[in-house]
T-cell receptor, first 115, second 108 residues
Framework: DAGVIQSPRHEVTEMGQEVTLRCKPISGHDYLFWYRQTMMRGLELLIYFNNNVPIDDSGMPEDRFSAKMPNASFSTLKIQPSEPRDSAVYFC?????????????FGPGTRLTVL | GIQVEQSPPDLILQEGANSTLRCNFSDSVNNLQWFHQNPWGQLINLFYIPSGTKQNGRLSATTVATERYSLLYISSSQTTDSGVYFCAGPWRNNRLAFGKGNQVVVIP
């Protein structure tokens, strides 16, 4: 199995631009999580999906952030407009049926820098 | 929300040494996990350990749920053990609350 795939691995953009991060979960997994990691706040859960349906988006910082999961093999996290304080590493993780948060497999992350 | 405290925050080990990392929770947990983030940023799930003891090679973990803590043991440390170790416990719904991590550096 290829594991969780994220793209791009690195993204540098200017303030005000739209940023789209992509994630392909492990085949057969029905939970998908988006996390953000910063030095100040550590690892934070932004949103998670179960069977492509958003279950809890209370961690999404503000309306500039949105996430979608149009099918079981693809999810996007979009920031529009981006701000310097959005600079962080964004991780996607997935877990198998029946596991919920019990066993999460993380992708390599996307390092976002907003200038 | 649940508070997760990890200690020590930083640890430098000579290769071959043993160490213990600790994770305390402010509330009872039933789904505690340990992760390792290597120096390249990759996060790996080490243990899912709601209670009791589990071992995986040189690593083992013990959770005492009634006392709200978990321990991660690293024996005969190797340079590849370097990185940050996170513990995490469930909050509401399926959310995980992460500690700030234990930064471990193993020197040859």
């Amino acid at each position: 199995d290829a594991g969780v795939i994220q793209s791009p691995r690195h993204e540098v953009t200017e303030m005000g631009q739209e940023v789209t991060l992509r994630c392909k979960p492990i085949s057969g997994h029905d939970y998908l999580f988006w996390y953000r990691q910063t030095m100040m706040r550590g690892l934070e859960l932004l949103i998670y999906f179960n069977n492509n349906v958003p279950i809890d988006d209370s961690g999404m910082p503000e309306d500039r952030f949105s996430a979608k999961m149009p099918n079981a093999s693809f999810s996007t996290l979009k920031i529009q407009p981006s701000e310097p304080r959005d600079s962080a590493v964004y991780f996607c993780a997935s877990s198998p049926p029946g596991q919920g948060t019990a066993t999460q497999y993380f992708g390599p992350g996307t390092r976002l820098t907003v200038l | 929300g649940i508070q997760v405290e990890q200690s020590p925050p930083d640890l430098i080990l000579q290769e071959g040494a043993n160490s213990t990392l600790r994770c305390n929770f402010s509330d009872s947990v039933n789904n505690l996990q340990w992760f390792h983030q290597n120096p390249w940023g990759q996060l790996i799930n080490l243990f899912y350990i709601p209670s009791g003891t589990k071992q995986n090679g040189r690593l083992s973990a013990t959770t005492v749920a009634t006392e709200r803590y978990s321990l991660l043991y690293i024996s005969s440390s190797q340079t590849t053990d370097s990185g940050v170790y996170f513990c995490a416990g469930p909050w509401r719904n399926n959310r995980l609350a992460f500690g700030k991590g234990n930064q471990v550096v193993v020197i040859p």
